[in-house]
């Protein structure tokens, strides 16, 4: 166990981590913490130091980077910066500026192959069957192709849409997962803009 000041120290240098990447110096948890002497703070860091809450180094500043930091840092290492689109033209996904709203995190493990993947925001219920509702965010990749059972986001007969791709003796078409909704085959054509990957919701 750590006393309050102790972890008041502990919780400080975390916090600095993160945000600069370092630990801070004496000088600047003395001046943080509102005391005259290196004393009191140098006696917190031998304290957290003996029960294993931090680790000396030989920086400059003598505090190693927090397990959870480096945890921390890691995993933001592993995010991708992908296009979030507001609409998708004919002719499939466009990342330019006129059609993208703004930029989407994920981490790596949800994107089967990063180059190529964007992100639409769903409209909708037609597909809450296979786990996608109003406002969830689909990821898809316009190099994948599609086969028999995949959720794509399509361009049909000029419209947008996200719906399960079918395809069977030469006949193609959109299969809704919601039975309020009719599957949709293309009276004139059907264009695959996308091979959804993943799903994310917020709360």
Do not use: C
Not at 127 to 150: C, H, R, S, W, Y
Not at 187 to 200: A, K, M, P, R, Y
Request: no cysteine; glycine share 8%.
């Amino acid at each position: 166990m750590i006393t309050d000041k102790q972890q008041a120290v502990l919780q400080f240098i975390e916090e600095y981590q993160m945000q600069f990447g370092k630990s801070p110096t004496l000088r600047e948890m003395r001046e943080h913490f509102g005391v005259s002497s290196d004393n009191s703070i140098l006696k917190h860091l031998k304290a957290l130091e003996e029960k294993g809450y931090l680790n000396k180094d030989d920086t400059p500043r003598g505090i190693g980077l927090l397990q959870k930091v480096k945890d921390r840092l890691d995993s933001a290492s592993n995010m991708v910066r992908i296009p979030l689109l507001g609409t998708i033209p004919a002719g499939g996904p466009t990342l330019n500026e006129e059609h993208v709203l703004e930029h989407f995190e994920v981490g790596s493990t949800f994107l089967k192959k990063p180059q190529g993947s964007f992100a639409l925001r769903v409209t909708g219920l037609s597909m809450i069957n296979a786990g996608i509702l109003e406002g969830d965010f689909v990821i898809a990749n316009q190099n994948m192709t599609p086969k028999d059972g995949d959720i794509v986001v399509a361009l049909v007969d000029g419209r947008n849409t996200v719906k399960r791709y079918r395809s069977h003796n030469g006949q193609v078409w959109l299969q809704a997962e919601n039975p309020d909704y009719s599957d949709i085959e293309p009276t004139e054509f059907l264009e695959v803009q996308g091979v959804v990957t993943s799903v994310i919701r917020m709360y």
